[in-house]
């Protein structure tokens, strides 16, 4: 049975209230064209922005295994940083060493907390030109970042798109092929719609692919455009089960405050023959003692989708906490990374517990990451 209908003054009311929540958030260049998709929209880091499609996250994330999808990243920070000194500006705060690439690459690299050597943020530096440089945060880090860097927030001046997949490159190439055909961590420029724009072969799905930023003006146009070569569109839900799948840190997650890139194995994003940079006399510190507790890999022995916040035991010791968990659609179980306790020296395949929600869960430690490039399609997702 339904209930009375409100009356004009509180339907108005809840009509302002939701208006109000919306204008909270920052907006993604494409936005209109989720709402016409159908997507579920969810606040991510301040954005409102797609979860998830009709379709389903399950069926996006094998699509991405499997084909090739198109997520709306625009969320993600830019701070161009360019002109004389922008080199040595880069070079002196973050872990790794712009020496190792040049114009026309990116860098994965880390800001560190000068206090304790732990990852304020992990990013992707595009060496777009000479002199320019674009440093792509994560989506609540870009104040954070600007201030340790300098620069200028560009965010709002353009979409970021990321193809990804196994057949992103060829799907690509039927409308943007210089944009296909720029090569994994490298930068390079492609005009859409007389409209300069960029791409770059980076992404985390642990999939191949490209991500390509574009003027606000020409967005829609390219978005439309991919999905007409057969490209499915997926949501943030994907693309966080991707990343799980592929062992991929998440800021808040297996990094963030308290955790340095040594813990979270990340040691080779740190070049200590390049001379000071910020947070490194704390690191240099763990670097000699040894990490406390390291990431680890853990499968479940079912199905269960594993969550953040469970406790790791082994025997009667709790050796762990595990950071990220859900279900694999590529292996159909439980999945989750963990920091686990390095004075416990236990192996790949050892039995650990999962304390979840009241329940124990039976599992292992296992390699990360959990799934490979190129990996093929469940029994599931072809029954």
């Known amino acids: 049975m339904s209930g009375p209908e409100p009356s004009p003054a509180s339907a108005g009311a809840t009509q302002n209230a939701v208006a109000s929540q919306r204008a909270e958030f920052r907006h993604s260049p494409l936005e209109a064209e989720h709402v016409e998709l159908g997507a579920k929209l969810v606040e991510f880091g301040g954005w409102l922005m797609p979860l998830a499609y009709p379709s389903g996250t399950l069926d996006e994330h094998r699509a991405c295994r499997s084909a090739a999808v198109a997520f709306d990243v625009s969320h993600l920070g830019t701070v161009r940083v360019e002109g004389y000194g922008a080199f040595d500006a880069l070079q002196r705060v973050f872990t790794n060493d712009l020496r190792k690439i040049g114009p026309g690459r990116a860098q994965y690299t880390h800001l560190l907390d000068d206090a304790d050597g732990s990852v304020v943020d992990d990013l992707i530096v595009w060496w777009t030109a000479r002199e320019i440089f674009d440093v792509m945060p994560n989506a609540s880090n870009t104040s954070s970042v600007r201030e340790a860097i300098g620069g200028t927030d560009t965010t709002a001046t353009r979409a970021v798109v990321a193809v990804q997949g196994p057949q992103a490159r060829l ?35 642990g999939e191949d692919g490209v991500e390509c930023a574009l003027p606000v003006e020409v967005a829609g146009s390219f978005w439309r455009a991919v999905l007409g070569t057969g490209v499915v569109p997926a949501g943030l839900g994907a693309r966080d089960t991707l990343r799980l799948e592929a062992g991929l840190p998440l800021h808040g997650h297996e990094l963030g405050p308290g955790i340095t890139p040594l813990q979270a194995k990340l040691g080779w994003v740190v070049s200590w023959d390049k001379g000071d940079f910020r947070g490194r006399n704390p ?71 999962l304390e979840l929600r009241g329940r124990t869960v039976p599992a292992r430690l296992t390699a990360l990451p959990f799934v490979r490039r190129g990996a093929t399609v469940s029994r599931a997702a072809v029954a």
């Not at 409308?175 to 985390?204: E, K, N």
């Not at 390291?294 to 469970?310: D, F, S, T």
């Not at 950071?323 to 686990?340: D, H, K, W």
């Open 171 to 205: 799907l690509l190439s039927r409308m943007a092929p210089d944009a296909a055909r720029v090569p994994r961590f490298a930068v390079g420029s492609f005009t859409w719609d007389g409209a300069r724009c960029t791409a770059a072969g980076t992404g985390y799905t």
């Open 283 to 353: 690191l240099e510190l763990e670097r000699l003692t040894g990490p406390s507790r390291v990431l680890r890999g853990i499968e479940a022995e079912g199905r269960q989708p594993l969550r953040g916040g469970a406790l790791v035991r082994h025997g009667t010791e709790v050796v762990g906490t595990v950071t990220s968990g859900n279900f694999s659609p590529m292996l159909e179980r439980g999945i989750a990374m963990a920091f686990v306790d390095t004075h416990t020296q236990l192996e790949n395949g050892e039995g650990v517990l």
